[in-house]
């Protein structure tokens, strides 16, 4: 443990697009996001994750970005326990009927200004499951969505990707 | 075992084979025969393995786990009853709900009626039977289970949970901090899956299968692809067999990783999520440039797979395995040296070998708690039956020891990646990629029996002449693990139940369909 921590202290951070930048792609948006970060909301955004009926896959890689590697949390973004917390809710699944009501407490209970995120293909147009009798298909058709973040599952980059464009959008609202 | 009648000894004398069902054989009963059945189970270790409904049968699996022999059992039941199973097999229970919910078919003398999976909120009843009816007018409120006595309370938590996860509903009765009874509700990511699948060509259907339980991704596309297989009488290229046990591995490798480090994350010690998160993350980049998907989504396809490895794969592979080796070891040290760690994780959760053995649970939950049942080796499928490893089995059925039969799970997988790097098998002559084209005009029943990281999944399909799919029931392993983890968090405290959950991690989508 002590020798984990003590490589962890002179090792550098493992975080991609700190000192050796793995990823020039990744440590662009870094930048990018910092600064819109910090022009529209200071320097916090807090995010609750709704799964509206998703396979998991999402799930899994909006996890990734907690991770050291991408640390969304460097960029003041970062995930919370309630949507009284919430700044943002970031939906994903094609709506299952049985959450559609969840779904629209959740977004209720989040206090303004909001943003509605859709990630994934299932929440931007119901994927495979649209046109059944268990789903209502897009999230658009529930809520309003602001950005989309198509993929399936989209990859943590993209979700980053994404949730620049967000904080762009919403810094000229 | 001593005294018991062979599973196909007493299915030989009650049901008539039926034609065209691989590779395993399916019976027809009579009403008479099913009620001899479900006296036959009651003095029997037999496993249920699964339990699915049609407009106007029946079904379920059996094995035999001793000599290992699987069938099928089928019962017509015209007018929509059938006896139920619960009472000699409890897991048999969330079945027989969900398939009323789907075909309104009603199980007789069951030990809990209650809907499952259908909340009110489809807008139509028994959607896949015959004749769905009309929602009903003022649906009343789900009723839980009575709890009586002193100094009792309730905790209703989700379906929106704290977390990132998946939707789902936990009450929890307690007396104080102690956890009395905890009662799932389910259902909530009902997507609709087998419905959608009914009548799609196969390759679509696959598609919906790989989507089932998105962890899970590549075993469900693999239970898919050889039942269809089964029912074809296909055989698949040799590469593509080997191929999918590379990705089946690396899935289970990069699961394990995930919860292993989210445990003890949930034990307040976010260090290891940190350390392992980078291996689990390490793991999902060389997948994808191996068969480009971090999930490997869409790879395994019926005939065959989607993609084959690139050149520098294999290298890339070896890499990894040999990062894992020098990584993950030190990891797994601290784990077991901390008290801090241990504390939380030994003796919290515990489930015993006899609720696993009568709830058929596989996986690490099973085999954490002394059931000793892997699907790779019993029925067993290629190439496993050409591979070494150990499925690591413990008795102490606490967190703990689901934490190190996934620690050992890893382990063996790493070698299982370097035995199936080095003997893989080249492309066959004139294929780009290794699949076979699956041939039109044939049809047919087959089923599937798939280990995944979760447990043992098995996946019934049949297809018409056509080559479309017109019943496919995908069982996911959480059935038989979820209701267990009602039994571990008794007698625990609230805080324990992240442990619990998380060391089980069932699946929700998967389960709900
Ligand atoms: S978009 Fe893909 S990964 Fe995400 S929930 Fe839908 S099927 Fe799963």
């Known amino acids: 443990m002590l020798k984990h921590i003590l490589t962890s202290l002179t090792g550098g951070p493992v975080t991609e697009a700190a000192p050796a930048p793995a990823d020039p792609a990744l440590a662009e948006l870094a930048g990018k996001l910092d600064k819109a970060a910090k022009a529209r909301l200071g320097r916090s955004l807090s995010i609750r994750e709704v799964d ?20 969304l949390e460097r960029f003041g973004i970062r995930f919370v326990a309630s949507p009284r917390h919430a700044d943002v809710l970031l939906v994903t699944g094609p709506v299952a009927r049985n959450m559609r009501e969840a779904l629209i407490r959740t977004w209720d209970a989040t206090p303004g200004p909001k943003w509605l995120v859709a990630c994934g293909d299932c929440a931007v147009s119901g994927g495979l499951f649209a046109g059944g009798y268990a789903c209502v298909g897009p999230v658009e058709e529930v809520l309003p969505v602001d950005l989309r973040i198509p993929g399936c599952p989209p990859r943590p980059t993209d979700l980053l990707a994404g949730l620049l464009a967000l904080l762009e959008t919403s810094a000229a609202k | 075992m001593y005294g018991e009648e062979p599973l196909f000894g007493l299915l030989n004398r009650i049901g008539t084979p039926v034609e065209g069902h691989q590779p395993w054989p399916r019976y027809r009963l009579g009403r008479d025969g099913w009620l001899r059945l479900i006296k036959g189970l009651a003095g029997n270790g037999w496993s249920l393995l699964g ?61 809990d009626p209650r809907p499952w999976l259908d909340h009110d909120a489809w807008g139509v009843r028994r959607p896949l039977s015959e004749q769905p009816a009309a929602p009903v007018p003022n649906p009343g409120p789900y009723t839980f289970l009575p709890v009586e006595g002193d100094g009792l309370h309730q905790i209703p938590v989700g379906p929106v949970h704290a977390g990132i996860i998946e939707p789902g509903h936990f009450r929890f009765t307690a007396n104080g901090e102690t956890v009395v009874r905890l009662e799932e509700r389910l259902g909530y990511v009902h997507r609709g899956v087998e419905g959608l699948m009914q009548g799609r060509p196969v390759a679509e ?39 999918r046990a590379l990705m089946a591995e690396l899935e289970r490798i990069a699961n ?81 040296g901390k008290a801090s760690l241990q504390d939380r994780t030994v003796t919290t959760g515990f489930v015993s070998t006899e609720l696993v053995t009568r709830f058929g649970a596989g996986g690490h939950v099973g085999r954490a708690s002394g059931r000793d049942q892997d699907a790779r080796r019993s029925p067993g499928y290629a190439p496993y039956d050409e591979l070494a490893f150990e499925v690591p089995v413990l008795t102490e059925g606490d967190v703990n020891a689901r934490v190190w039969v996934r620690i050992r799970e890893v382990e063996q997988s790493l070698s299982l990646i370097e035995q199936i790097v080095a003997r893989l098998p080249a492309i066959s002559r004139g294929l780009d990629h290794p699949s076979v084209p699956l041939e039109a005009g044939r049809g047919g029943e087959g089923m599937a ?48 139940f992240p442990l619990c959950n998380k060391s089980f991690n069932c699946s929700y989508a998967g389960h709900d369909l």
């Not at chain 1, 009926?53 to 590697?69: M, R």
């Not at chain 2, 003890?264 to 350390?275: P, R």
């Open chain 2, 51 to 111: 339990l699915w409904g049609e407009p106007k049968a029946v079904h379920a699996a059996f094995r035999e786990d001793f000599s290992g022999d699987v069938a099928v059992v089928s019962l017509d039941c015209p007018q929509g009853r059938f006896p139920s199973l619960s009472a000699v097999r409890p897991a048999a229970n969330r079945l027989e709900r969900a398939a009323h919910d789907l075909y309104g078919l009603v199980a007789e003398r069951t030990t």
């Open chain 1, 52 to 71: 509206a009926g998703s396979c998991n896959g999402c799930e899994l890689e909006i996890h990734a970005l907690n991770n050291p590697i991408y640390d």
């Open chain 2, 449 to 496: 029996l798939v280990e995944s990281f979760r447990g043992e999944i098995l996946t019934w399909v049949r297809l018409d002449g056509e080559g479309a799919v017109t019943r496919c029931h995908p069982r996911d392993p959480s059935w038989f693990q979820w209701p267990l983890l009602e039994a571990a968090i008794g007698g625990n405290i609230v805080a324990d």
């Open chain 2, 256 to 336: 394990h990783l995930g919860d292993i480090g989210a445990i003890c994350n949930d034990a307040a010690f976010a260090f290891m999520l940190a350390q392992t998160s980078q291996l689990r993350e390490r793991v999902l980049r060389t997948a994808d440039s191996c068969f480009g998907h971090r999930l490997m989504m869409d790879r395994v396809i019926p005939g065959g797979v989607a993609a084959d490895l690139p050149e520098r794969g294999t290298g890339l592979l070896l890499e990894l395995v040999a990062e894992l080796r020098r990584r993950f070891p030190p990891l797994v040290a601290i784990y077991d």
């Open chain 2, 205 to 243: 259907a696959a598609r919906l299968a790989a989507r089932i339980s998105g962890d899970a991704t590549v075993a469900h596309s693999l239970a898919f692809a050889r039942a269809v297989e089964a029912a074809l009488g296909i055989e698949v290229p040799a590469r593509a067999v080997w191929l």
